[in-house]
């Protein structure tokens, strides 16, 4: 089983980020997904998920990203998304994509399979 972040990166305030979650080794399609992320001291924290059949209107944002930041699915490609408009400097963290048997959830705790991470810096 493994979940390959990409797509972080340094972009100034205001900017645009897109990253990716390429997953392999279990069926995609049957788990749901979410994006956490975790600053420097601060404990991990959910951003968005989505469940198994990727339909957008019931994804579920954390209030300090909703109306910025997207999240979507392709099963065909076994990848998630995460599209990250209007970036602020509170939104650097390294961020984690994240997948769970049992559906999509709000709390980090319950999701099984993990990825490394990707740095986020939003900075001038």
């Known amino acids: 089983v493994q979940l390959v972040e990409s797509g972080g990166g340094l972009v100034q305030p205001g900017g645009s980020l897109r990253l990716s979650c390429t997953a392999s080794?279990?069926?995609?399609?049957?788990?749901?997904v979410g994006w956490f992320r975790q600053a420097p001291g601060k404990e991990r924290e959910f951003v968005s998920c989505?469940?198994?059949?990727?339909?957008?209107?019931?994804?579920e944002y954390a209030e300090a990203v909703k109306g910025r930041f997207t999240i979507s699915r392709d099963n065909a490609k076994n990848t998630l998304y995460l599209q990250m408009n209007s970036l602020k400097p509170e939104d650097t963290a390294v961020y984690y994509c994240?997948?769970?048997?049992?559906?999509?959830?709000?709390?980090?705790?319950?999701?099984?399979?993990w990825g490394q991470g990707t740095q986020v810096t939003v900075s001038s």
């Open positions: 080794g279990f069926t995609f399609s049957a788990y749901g």
């Open positions: 994240a997948a769970r048997a049992s559906g999509s959830s709000m709390r980090s705790a319950e999701y099984e399979y």
């Open positions: 989505i469940r198994r059949l990727g339909i957008t209107r019931y994804a």
